[in-house]
């Protein structure tokens, strides 16, 4: 592993991205800035933005907290309030936080927010979830956008329809009622096609591991790539510059046939190529990356960095029908796909990567990639004759974290996929 | 599959609408487990053991209303199974507006309809449609009956026996149900048996997962009567009559889903609190405390709790609460604490006065 660990431009970048919106929050009050509270998959944060207002994720916090070792004092919290051991974490580490004064990532304290937009695409846990926060912020309004799920394998004229109708007459009423401004279509316009050119980069960006060695880890490091997209900045033009600057390093990546950077600096031989369903747990991220790159395992695909939506087939916000696209966005996130859709998209990610083996890291927190994942491990175990991993953790609560059963058990796989390389070499 | 379908679409062509809630604690799960994680609820993994077992081979397709992602997620498990000749997840709008979540609805059911059409043929008019809607009003409103009477006089049934009553009209014609729900009316009608020192409960959180039968009895057995639950909730979904007279059923059903659906952890209730709700529940049947029992992993029940349980302490409503899934074997521990809670209320505490 090469110790070489110096910063790259777009990491600074986006660095100074999240840290200046943390600061515009922590502000919103003194500037008369109005907070929208709403979710990640399926964010409309083009049409937040368009009003003036500024967006809060509550997954991102406590995916934040889960990092900074806080969540599990604030789930703890939570569970104190009455909130069961079995359910999503993320709520229950968002409530803790709340309990203990809401002070964000940067230290600062996150402002209540002034409209609940419940945009619910592919987690139901999220309808619940704001349930809780409009009577933790009573008389707040909440605006709700039921995502329709793509049971039918496909997004009907319908489907659309009821979508557009909720963004016309619910949502875009209750932005104009709180933010005191009218809807500016052409502005909303103006940030789809900033998105558009955002979520091309981001295909190009993740489409560069088919390279070998890959220049990115597309799960670990795919995570941070997605940040920006994923927290706030949807739409903006620093999102543009930022992924226009982080493709530009990629592709330096591949002309100097550099494998993906890591927390102990580049990874200097690629033994393993992996695509990981399910989302990463946040407590232990760095324990948890390190025994991939330890091993030489680079994730080439991951469906959890698709959660925000999904672009690998096709779809593209279209600036001249801004609230189809809208519709169609969080419609199109990896967790509204139904599991067939799911299977064919993995499918498509193990086969186009060249992935060595398949694994799934299962969430006791999130019935929404969870349920399901044992039939999809099945489906492409069937189809692929592909190796498969299964791991278990959660997402921010650090008591479902046991290192050493994780250990253990890609431990035997890579063995697996070891085996089966010189099996497939010799035959 | 619970919790609320409207069977009265399936009814008028010409089909029957079974309720599938899971495997209970008679089956046992062999194949069902390998499909699920220890974290997810129990009711699933059954009913992926029955379908494996070929226990619906005589099934023409399979609705999935939405309840969670569980059972969301059940639905493309059965579509990659390819089992019947659909499978429909039911999205339930959250919306409900008539011109925006009723709209989508309205699809929604003319897609269920086009399916059952391919299969057998029969086109639904209005009359057929009215016809059924008249059934299903009339077992909704004996049933409500059942529970009035209980209300006044519990004695007279159990709830054990009131839960299989109910429960027999998922698997059998709402006209051959009506019949035994008149007989069943006409025998608890008049007095029989006998009064005991017993707390009136109300039990909530079961509203999907189904509590083993074992566990209905315990309660009851441990010092209380049920008077009001949520179990089979579907039965009793809507709340009144649906219109019979009119040249458009389908809008009927769907105005009625809109605007007389009662409360349930599987609809958001902005703008209709649940804790409120519950509330004008706790006060009309008289109870004495509330028992919430839900099953084990049930994120859309266990988020409730907290909402449900303040209202219950600010109200100064005594609760106690517990986990179960369908297949629970053991009331031991249950019997304590229902015994306990009951025998609390009835050694110490004055009956509840809340203002109706």
Redesign the interface.
């Given at each position: 592993m090469s110790k070489d660990v110096a910063k790259e431009r777009s990491m600074i970048i986006q660095k100074e991205m999240i840290a200046n919106h943390f600061m515009e929050l922590s502000t919103a009050k003194e500037t008369g800035k109005k907070v929208v509270y709403t979710f990640v998959p399926g964010n409309i944060s083009e049409l937040i933005l368009s009003f003036g207002m500024l967006p809060v994720y509550p997954e991102i916090n406590a995916l934040q907290s889960g990092m900074r070792k806080k969540s599990g004092d604030y789930i703890r919290d939570a569970e104190q309030?009455?909130?069961?051991e079995?359910?999503?974490t993320y709520?229950k580490c968002d409530v803790g936080m709340m309990i203990n004064g809401n002070i964000g990532p940067t230290g600062e304290k996150i402002p209540n927010p002034d409209l609940l937009l419940?945009s619910?695409t592919?987690?139901?846990?999220f309808?619940?979830?704001?349930?809780?926060l409009?009577?933790l912020y009573p008389g707040v309004p909440?605006a709700?956008l039921?995502t329709?799920?793509q049971?039918a394998h496909k997004i009907t004229p319908?489907?659309t329809?009821?979508m557009v109708?909720?963004l016309k007459?619910?949502v875009i009423p209750k932005m104009e009622q709180v933010s005191g401004n009218k809807y500016d279509e052409e502005k909303l316009k103006a940030a789809l096609r900033n998105s558009s050119k955002v979520e091309q980069h981001i295909i190009n960006i993740f489409d560069t591991t088919k390279h070998r060695p890959s220049p990115i880890d597309a799960y670990f490091a795919g995570v941070y790539y997605i940040g920006p997209i994923n927290s706030g900045f949807r739409g903006t033009p620093q999102a543009v510059d930022y992924y226009a600057e982080l493709y530009k390093e990629i592709r330096e990546r591949i002309e100097n046939k550099l494998g993906p950077i890591t927390p102990e600096g580049v990874m200097e031989e690629e033994r393993f190529r992996l695509v990981v369903e399910g989302p990463p747990n946040w407590t232990h991220f760095r324990e948890f990356w390190k025994l991939f790159y330890d091993m030489g395992a680079v994730i080439v695909a991951s469906s959890y960095t698709k959660v925000g939506g999904v672009y690998d087939m096709g779809f593209r916000v279209n600036p001249d029908k801004p609230l189809e696209s809208l519709a169609e966005y969080c419609m199109n996130c990896y967790?509204n796909l139904?599991?067939?859709q799911?299977?064919d998209l993995l499918s498509k990610c193990i086969t186009d990567y060249h992935a060595d083996g398949f694994l799934v890291n299962?969430i006791?927190s999130c019935?929404?990639f969870?349920?399901?994942?044992?039939?999809i491990m099945q489906?492409l175990e069937k189809k692929l004759e592909i190796p498969i991993g299964f791991i278990?953790s959660d997402l921010v609560d650090p008591r479902y974290f046991s290192y050493s059963n994780i250990k253990n058990r890609l431990e035997s796989f890579f063995q697996m996929l070891e085996q089966r390389k010189m099996i497939i070499k010799t035959a | 599959m619970p919790v609320y379908f409207p069977r009265e679409i399936i009814h008028a062509a010409n089909g029957l609408a079974v309720g599938i809630l899971g495997g209970g604690d008679k089956k046992l799960i062999l194949k069902g487990d390998?499909?699920?994680?220890s974290?997810?609820c129990h009711m699933?993994r059954s009913i992926m053991e029955l379908v494996l077992d070929n226990h619906f081979e005589g099934f023409d397709g399979f609705i999935f209303p939405?309840?969670?992602?569980?059972i969301?997620?059940?639905?493309?498990?059965f579509?990659?199974l390819e089992r019947g000749s659909f499978v429909?997840?039911l999205?339930l709008?959250?919306?409900f507006?008539s011109?925006?979540?009723g709209?989508?609805y309205i699809?929604e059911l003319q897609t269920v309809l086009k399916s059952v059409f391919d299969i057998n043929g029969v086109s639904v008019t209005p009359e057929r449609l009215n016809h059924s809607i008249s059934l299903f009003n009339r077992n909704r409103e004996l049933i409500h009956r059942i529970y009035a009477i209980r209300q006044d006089f519990p004695w007279r049934m159990t709830a054990a026996d009131v839960y299989n009553i109910v429960r027999a009209g998922y698997v059998i014609p709402v006209e051959d149900h009506n019949a035994i729900l008149e007989k069943v009316i006409a025998l608890v009608i008049e007095e029989n048996g006998e009064p005991l020192d017993k707390i009136r409960v109300l039990v909530m959180g079961a509203f999907c997962e189904q509590p083993p039968l074992g566990l209905i009895r315990t309660i009851e057995m441990a010092g209380c009567y049920i008077i009001e639950d949520d179990f089979l909730l579907g039965s009793r979904w809507i709340m009144g009559n649906i219109d019979t007279y009119t040249a458009d059923p389908i809008k009927a059903l769907t105005d009625a889903y809109l605007e007389k659906s009662t409360f349930s952890?599987s609809v958001?209730?902005?703008g209709n609190p649940?804790e409120v709700r519950l509330l004008e529940l706790i006060k009309s049947r008289n109870v004495d405390g509330v028992i919430f029992a839900?099953p084990?992993?049930?994120?859309?029940a266990?988020?409730?709790?907290?909402?449900l349980?303040?209202m219950c302490n600010d109200r100064n409503i005594r609760f106690i609460s517990f986990?179960y899934s369908e297949n629970t074997g053991q009331f031991k521990v249950i019997k304590e604490q229902v015994g306990t809670f009951s025998d609390s209320i009835k050694l110490w505490e004055e009956p509840l006065q809340l203002k109706k």
């Open positions: 309030h009455g909130h069961s079995d359910v999503c709520v419940l619910y592919g987690c139901f846990t309808l619940k979830w704001f349930e809780t409009e009577r909440v709700l039921h329709p799920y049971e319908e489907m329809a009821y109708k909720q007459e619910e967790t139904n599991l067939q799911r299977v299962s006791k019935n929404s969870s349920a399901g994942q044992l039939m489906q278990e | 390998a499909y699920y994680q974290y997810i699933p939405s309840i969670c992602d569980v969301r997620n059940l639905s493309g498990m579509q990659l429909k997840y999205d709008p959250q919306n507006k011109h925006i979540g709209e989508f699809h952890s958001y209730d902005v649940k839900a084990s992993f049930c994120d859309p266990l988020l409730d709790h907290p909402i349980q303040k986990l």
